[in-house]
């Protein structure tokens, strides 16, 4: 039994070497495994699911063929790709998710998410993200003209990027109370997620007891991602070819 969990790959034709990296993992990792976990920021950037360019339709293509030889796919949306929809999800053969999920994971309550929840102390980007998951914003977004979102999506992508240089690794990164409270929110004693581009496994203490963080690594210089067995887990990378 083998579970695999990714996150942070930011896949965009413009990078040929993640998504190489990807389809490689896809073709000879991912069908080990009974549930393949995909926590947020798959894509760059996403403006919906009408966008039907070639680059996204193959990534579905290869998706789905994970999915018919028996890999159960589970989606959780990031801060990039959150208009990801149920069409999308269709076309690859794999199951949406709320932004927080509970499940077991060979015996063990985890929960499980993208993680940018958990930056709390990013007050203008929460603001953002409160504003940008409701329904009317989401519906008036995809009501614009898809060149023009697209426009809109890569202006973002600049702003975002200038943004960062002004901002501490610390607030940037989660914080911790807001890891415990989740944790006790919904009695877990394990959480997993993306994000921080920070992969690590961190110890800290939820109710009352011993809680383990597990922080799924990016895809920007290598391949990244958990594998988990009943025995135990690993974070593990594979460099670009």
């Given at each position: 039994m083998?579970?695999?969990?990714?996150?942070?790959?930011?896949?965009?034709?413009?990078r040929?070497d993640?998504?190489?990296?990807?389809?490689?993992?896809?073709?000879?990792?991912?069908?080990?495994?009974?549930?393949?976990y995909?926590?947020?920021?798959?894509?760059?950037f996403?403006?919906?699911?009408d966008?039907?360019?070639p680059?996204?339709?193959?990534?579905?293509?290869?998706?789905?063929?994970?999915?018919?030889?028996?890999?159960?796919?589970?989606?959780?949306?990031?801060?990039?790709?959150?208009?990801?929809?149920?069409?999308?999800a269709?076309?690859?053969?794999m199951?949406?998710?709320?932004?927080?999920?509970?499940?077991?994971?060979?015996?063990?309550?985890?929960?499980?998410?993208?993680?940018?929840?958990l930056?709390?102390?990013?007050?203008?980007?929460?603001?953002?993200?409160?504003?940008s998951?409701?329904?009317?914003?989401?519906?008036?977004?995809?009501?614009?003209?898809?060149?023009?979102?697209?426009?809109?999506?890569?202006?973002?992508?600049?702003?975002?990027?200038?943004?960062?240089?002004?901002?501490?690794?610390?607030?940037?990164?989660?914080?911790?109370?807001?890891?415990?409270?989740?944790?006790?929110?919904?009695?877990?004693?394990?959480?997993?997620?993306?994000?921080?581009?920070?992969p690590?496994?961190?110890?800290?203490?939820?109710?009352?007891?011993?809680?383990?963080?597990?922080?799924?690594?990016?895809?920007?210089?290598?391949?990244?991602?958990?594998?988990?067995?009943?025995?135990?887990?690993?974070?593990?990378?594979?460099?670009?070819?």
């Open positions: 083998l579970t695999y969990f990714i996150a942070d790959l930011h896949l965009t034709q413009e040929a993640i998504t190489d990296c990807f389809l490689s993992f896809l073709r000879n990792e991912a069908p080990k495994a009974e549930k393949l995909i926590l947020g920021d798959f894509f760059e996403w403006v919906g699911d966008d039907d360019h680059f996204v339709l193959n990534i579905a293509n290869e998706l789905k063929k994970l999915s018919a030889i028996g890999t159960e796919l589970f989606f959780i949306v990031g801060n990039r790709d959150f208009l990801i929809g149920k069409k999308y269709k076309k690859c053969g199951t949406l998710l709320p932004d927080v999920q509970v499940i077991n994971l060979y015996g063990t309550k985890t929960v499980i998410m993208h993680g940018d929840s930056c709390i102390d990013d007050i203008e980007y929460q603001k953002f993200r409160k504003k998951r409701s329904w009317w914003w989401s519906k008036g977004i995809q009501c614009l003209p898809l060149w023009l979102r697209k426009k809109m999506a890569r202006d973002y992508r600049a702003k975002s990027a200038m943004k960062k240089n002004d901002l501490t690794p610390e607030i940037m990164d989660v914080t911790q109370s807001e890891v415990v409270k989740e944790l006790e929110d919904n009695d877990c004693q394990l959480m997993i997620h993306g994000h921080t581009h920070r690590a496994i961190h110890q800290l203490e939820a109710n009352g007891k011993p809680a383990t963080r597990i922080v799924l690594g990016d895809w920007y210089e290598q391949g990244a991602w958990l594998k988990f067995t009943p025995d135990g887990y690993e974070l593990l990378s594979t460099s670009f070819k």
